[in-house]
């Protein structure tokens, strides 16, 4: 069994040059460092029409906190000399679980259960307002993420910048001090924004989510 994430930039026609370079860059810069921390595990990403992207994740049990870090990683992007503000970008990502039935040289050539998934799941995101979804091949966690993580979207859609900025740290496993140091600001201005995106509801759902994909596959 694998994840494969599947995702698409929101209204990406609108965004500037300036801003789809500025996301790019980091996605590209993540995706590296994703991969030398997964040195033992397979994760491989791919930006492919300019505006989207697809994964594979071998540990398919942190596929969501992998899709909250790209996730946050678009949202807390800025352009230079502008105050942090509401999100200027944003992502619909659909994540799937499955079999890997056939692996060739690169992710388009790949296929199986996972990719069927993630895929479609992407297309029928096209027209409604979720911004992260999941497919598997047990209708229990089809149902139980279903429900967790459309309230998941309601919490996510109002993040700041400031408070995705949190949270993609908070996600590398990083602590309140070392987030302060790096963003150059106070603990408490990091715990405030660690409370304001929900931090504490979305660290319990994350482990929810390892544990039962872990015990169910």
């Known amino acids: 069994?694998?994840?494969?994430?599947?995702?698409?930039?929101?209204?990406?026609?609108?965004?500037?040059?300036?801003?789809?370079?500025?996301?790019?860059?980091n996605l590209n810069s993540e995706f590296e460092k994703l991969q030398q921390e997964y040195a033992e595990d397979e994760v491989d990403f791919k930006i492919y029409r300019g505006d989207s992207f697809q994964g594979v994740i071998s540990r398919f049990q942190d596929s969501l906190q992998i899709a909250l870090r790209i996730k946050s990683l678009i949202n807390k992007v800025?352009?230079?000399?502008?105050?942090?503000?509401?999100?200027?970008?944003?992502?619909?990502?659909?994540?799937?679980?499955?079999?890997?039935?056939?692996?060739?040289?690169?992710?388009?050539?790949?296929?199986?259960?996972a990719f069927q998934f993630s895929g479609r799941t992407l297309d029928e995101m096209k027209n409604d307002s979720r911004k992260i979804r999941l497919k598997t091949p047990l209708d229990s966690l089809n149902a139980e993420f279903g429900a967790s993580l459309f309230l998941l979207d309601a919490?996510?859609?109002?993040?700041?910048?400031?408070?995705?900025?949190?949270?993609?740290?908070?996600?590398?496993?990083m602590k309140e001090t070392e987030i302060a140091e790096?963003?150059?600001?106070s603990q408490s201005a990091v715990n405030q924004r660690k409370k304001a995106c929900g931090w504490e509801a979305i660290s319990i759902l994350?482990?929810?989510?390892e544990n039962v994909t872990a015990q169910s596959f």
């Open 78 to 113: 800025k352009l230079k000399d502008q105050k942090p503000a509401s999100t200027l970008a944003d992502v619909k990502i659909a994540i799937g679980i499955g079999t890997f039935d056939y692996k060739g040289d690169s992710m388009a050539e790949s296929n199986g259960q």
């Open 182 to 185: 790096i963003l150059k600001i």
């Open 1 to 25: 069994m694998i994840a494969v994430i599947t995702a698409d930039l929101v209204d990406s026609s609108n965004y500037s040059e300036a801003l789809l370079d500025e996301i790019l860059k």
């Open 155 to 173: 919490v996510m859609e109002k993040w700041s910048q400031a408070s995705a900025e949190v949270v993609y740290y908070l996600l590398k496993g």
């Open 206 to 209: 994350l482990k929810r989510f």
